[in-house]
């Protein structure tokens, strides 16, 4: 099957990196290499390219994209949150600028054994880095009850994560859930039939959450952005784009905290706590894809960019 994937925020993205002909630039989400390829093709020799993704589809597909580039471009196929020690590997302290394009490529939902998809019959998977050994079976399995409904509750904003843990746990008592379409089955069980009309694909919030969960995505993000503003030389530039409120909350609060960490009661005078500015907030309100963007790709509908500046 081809890598398909539609980049979201293509040019707003590059164009908010401010390229410089020869800077270093990683792109910790590669997936295709839709946005590496632009990137790469705005460097001169002397500039490089550092792109990093856990799933070693997006790894195959973005090498091939990319190879024209030759030795401008470095591939790693590892998790966003080590590319402090990743890039150290490659003898690199500092960066011009950073992206990442969060969740899942089209490619991976497509795909239909890689369990993502609740349009098709399949054993639950979800791993993007399919190295681990963890599964959307064991969650599904093995989660409390309690756990199910925090996590549909919190990740897939489900108004009715009650009901569908409480169903996952008494479907489950008479034999482990082992498909896509069994549990999508008990989603539709637990939802009354006038919610299932116009609300989209029932199972679309519980499997956002499953996945969620299972790749550790808001954990990873909350981990790893202030080392990334760390990573970049004055001037350098981080973009994210981001695809629900979560993610976008913790981008939004992190970019607020590293532009002013200043922790002082703010009836003080002058500033005592020593917390020191490590940039400024590029986009106040966050870029939004165009109307014809959103005609032409469904899934740039709840995309946000946000891009923060290193002083
Ligand atoms: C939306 S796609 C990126 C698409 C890419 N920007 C393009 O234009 O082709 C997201 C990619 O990020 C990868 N990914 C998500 N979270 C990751 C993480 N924590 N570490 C490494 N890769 C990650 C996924 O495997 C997927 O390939």
Redesign the pocket.
């Known amino acids: 099957m081809a890598f398909e994937?539609k980049?979201?925020l293509?040019e707003e993205t590059v164009n908010g990196l401010n390229i410089k002909p020869d800077g270093i630039y990683v792109?910790?989400?590669?997936?295709?290499?839709?946005?590496?390829w632009e990137v790469c093709s705005r460097l001169n020799d002397k500039g490089s390219f550092i792109g990093?993704?856990?799933?070693a589809a997006?790894i195959e597909a973005?090498s091939a994209r990319l190879c024209d580039f030759g030795e401008r471009v470095t591939i790693v196929r590892?998790?966003?949150?080590d590319m402090k020690s990743q890039l150290q590997k490659l003898g690199i302290g500092k960066v011009d600028g950073i992206?990442l394009?969060?969740?899942?490529?089209s490619y991976?939902l497509d795909t239909a054994e890689r369990g993502f998809s609740y349009r098709v019959d399949v054993p639950l998977d979800m791993r993007?880095d399919r190295r681990q050994s963890m599964t959307a079976r064991d969650i599904v399995n093995d989660y409390s009850e309690m756990d199910l409904f925090r996590i549909i509750r919190d990740y897939g904003e489900d108004k009715f994560a009650k009901n569908i843990a409480k169903h996952i746990v008494l479907e489950r008592a008479k034999g482990s859930i082992e498909t896509t379409g069994q549990l999508t089955e008990i989603i539709r069980q637990s939802i009354p039939m006038k919610f299932q009309k116009n609300a989209g694909h029932p199972a679309k919030r519980t499997f956002q959450a499953i996945r969620i969960e299972l790749?550790r995505?808001l954990e990873?993000l909350r981990d790893s952005l202030d080392t990334m503003i760390e990573l970049l030389n004055p001037g350098g530039r981080i973009c994210i784009i981001t695809f629900h409120s979560l993610e976008d909350r913790i981008v939004k609060s992190i970019f607020k905290r590293n532009e002013n960490p200043c922790t002082c009661p703010s009836d003080f005078p002058v500033c005592v706590c020593g917390n020191v500015s490590k940039g400024r907030v590029i986009t106040r309100k966050p870029i939004l894809p165009s109307e014809e963007e959103l005609e032409n790709n469904s899934r740039s509908k709840s995309a946000k960019l946000r891009i923060f500046e290193r002083c």
């Open positions: 994937h980049s979201v293509l792109d910790g989400t590669l997936g295709g290499g839709g946005h590496a990093i993704d856990q799933d997006a973005a590892s998790n966003y949150c992206v394009d969060l969740g899942v490529s991976q993007m790749n995505e990873v």
